[in-house]
């Protein structure tokens, strides 16, 4: 049992209480002169994050006039659309203006500001917000029924260990994206590095406007409702629209705060008056290569104006760039869009742990802060517990597994393989075992494996399919006379002596058999007269597993190597066959001879 399984045994053995957010707590009404507020602790609505701790980048404090002031530990959220998501719990002391609502706890021993940040960080508060806002062409939240929300409130140490788990969970985020942050410097270095012009005679310049016509986009209202197609505005997609304009090509941020900025737009999308369209029409250039070299501009510094920044055609067309040779400009291409991938793709990478990480983060948080109200506990059977918690642990289960295979795929998309044990990537059937001694065996046509193959053959079979055996005790571990590991197939029996592993792919069972095969396993045996490799060594022995596609070309190799060896109907021992018979047939035919 968990500590926190035991502190709701204990301490919410009737079920907690819910009451509503009103009654625990209340906006803060303090006003001060936006003077007297010092500008790094200034929060406008429009600089919030969904943070819990950690500073936000401050908004203009105001001239004159006066702020909403807020604590240390005050909840602070949005309250004005497309602000209503967002939410920090503050860790300083400051003002903000009236698009936030500042949540100051009546009584913070009973209730720790840390949980209710957790409870209204969830969708399900979310929801309620967004429904319950109001106004037509600026809505807000609805003051007095966030205040109705009703919460959970248990007992401060059961608040204390979930925001600890929850806590875990963002920091684990946070690394991950810090390290994010890292690959992407790593990858803009790299970048710049190999579109730096390097004296080659075989490069040509030219400028950018030789590689792309550059055309501003159409219309300065963002279509946000209809249509299939995406709406690229300066700085990404901004909406939806059933017409396009541009198609598989860069969009160069032309006017505002995103000036310059360049984005990749993939497919068929509509480009507003706020981005270039860049049409490319030089086919000496690979088109992904001369996206790389808009990236590596730097068009921001380039853009005019003061209040309002934009990026002249000039600007765009006239840098000149040092193309290489196709080949050349293909192999960059490759290395780059892999770096790419580990930066932005969401099924690889970074990108997607962290995606996963989120993912998991909010399915504990929700089911963390999911109590039965006092008095309101439903009675269930034994076995509606049972089938709810076998749900349960099936889906955790398989989420962890689908974590922990992106995890396998990252790295063997980064390295070209993963070191995972045999536990990881098997099943071990060794419970299903059944050893039967000589003299009790029913003589039938059914292998009985032991430790180095097969010993005899029975009439009945415990295990039907494709299984790997591995060698469990016997002087074959250290003296390898015979393969340790080698795969069944069928009906089969197997006794005591050999571990029995299951495997989802053939490829992967064939490449581990070869590869169990190929190492020295003597540090994971243990017995001198009677040697032994136990089932918690066999699941610490390390596999350098690359992608499946590759197992299946290892395997295959082999396989055919291993046909060229040693199948009598083909390769090397067919030959010698068919090299005694000859032998023999003139051995005969020479030592033949007429009577005289």
């Known amino acids: ?73 005050d909840i602070l959220i949005g309250n004005i659309r497309p602000y209503l998501r967002k939410i920090w719990l503050s860790d300083c002391n400051g003002g903000t203006n009236g698009d936030v609502l500042v949540i100051q706890i009546d009584d913070r021993t009973m209730l720790s500001p840390e949980f209710l940040y957790y409870v209204l960080s969830s969708e399900k508060f979310f929801i309620y917000d967004t429904q319950n806002s109001k106004g037509a062409k600026m809505p807000r939240g609805d003051k007095d029924a966030v205040l109705k929300y009703l919460i959970p409130v248990p007992p401060l140490p059961v608040q204390s260990e979930i925001v600890r788990i929850l806590d875990n969970f963002t920091e684990l985020t946070a690394e991950l994206t810090a390290e994010l942050t890292a690959r992407k410097k790593q990858y803009e270095y790299y970048r710049n590095k190999l579109l730096t012009p390097k004296d080659n005679s075989e490069n040509i310049s030219m400028s950018l406007g030789d590689i792309y016509d550059f055309q501003y986009g159409k219309g300065n209202i963002i279509p946000t409702e209809g249509g299939e197609y ?133 399915f504990y948080r929700d089911a963390l802060l999911t109590f039965a109200e006092t008095g309101s506990i439903i009675a269930q059977t034994d076995r509606q517990t049972d089938r709810q918690t076998d749900r349960q642990t099936d889906r955790q289960t398989d989420r962890q597994t689908d974590e922990y295979n992106s995890l396998i795929r990252l790295c063997q998309y980064v390295f070209g393989f993963a070191y995972v044990t045999l536990e990881d990537i098997s099943e071990n059937c060794d419970t299903q075992r059944k050893p039967v001694t000589s003299g009790n065996r029913e003589a039938g046509d059914i292998p009985y494996y032991g430790a180095s193959g097969i010993v005899d053959y029975v009439k009945d079979y415990i295990f039907d399919g494709d299984y790997l055996l591995v ?76 992608p499946l596609e590759e197992q299946k070309r290892i395997v295959a190799l082999l396989d055919r190597f291993d046909a060229l060896c040693n199948d009598i109907s083909t390769g090397l021992p067919a030959e010698i066959a068919a090299r005694q018979k000859q032998y023999e047939y003139y051995r005969d035919r020479l030592l033949s001879f007429k009577e005289l």
């Open 1 to 73: 049992m968990s500590k926190l399984e035991e502190l709701i045994a204990e301490l919410c053995q009737d079920g907690v209480s819910y009451a509503e957010l009103g009654s625990v707590s209340h906006y803060a009404k303090t006003r001060i002169e936006a003077s007297n507020v010092d500008k790094t602790t200034y929060v406008g609505v429009e600089n919030l994050l969904q943070n819990k701790m950690g500073k936000t980048s401050a908004s203009t404090v105001p001239a004159t006039g006066k702020v909403i002031a807020f604590e240390c530990g």
């Open 230 to 362: 995406p709406v690229y505005g300066s700085n990404g997609i901004v909406g939806t629209h059933y017409e396009y304009n541009s198609e598989n090509a860069p969009v160069i941020g032309h006017i505002g705060a995103y000036a310059g900025i360049v984005n990749w737009a993939e497919g068929k999308h509509y480009v507003t008056y706020n981005g270039v369209i860049c049409t490319h029409k030089n086919t000496n250039v690979n088109p992904r290569y001369a996206y790389y070299l808009l990236l590596h501009q730097d068009f921001r510094s380039q853009a005019k104006g003061g209040s309002q920044p934009f990026v002249s055609y000039d600007a765009l067309k006239s840098p000149v760039v040092s193309i290489p040779p196709t080949n050349i400009q293909d192999k960059i291409v490759a290395v780059l869009d892999n770096f790419d991938s580990i930066c932005s793709d969401l099924n690889i990478g970074l990108p997607a742990e962290i995606e996963a990480r989120k993912k998991q983060y909010e």
């Open 471 to 546: 060698s469990e005790d016997g002087a074959n571990l250290l003296a390898r006379s015979t393969p340790i590991a080698f795969s069944i197939t069928g009906k089969t029996w197997v006794n005591n002596h050999a571990h029995v592993l299951r495997f989802k792919e053939y490829a992967t069972r064939r490449y581990v058999e070869m590869y169990l095969n190929s190492i020295d396993l003597s540090f994971y045996i243990t017995g001198a007269a009677q040697p032994k490799l136990n089932q918690k060594n066999l699941n610490r022995i390390e596999i350098p597993l690359p």
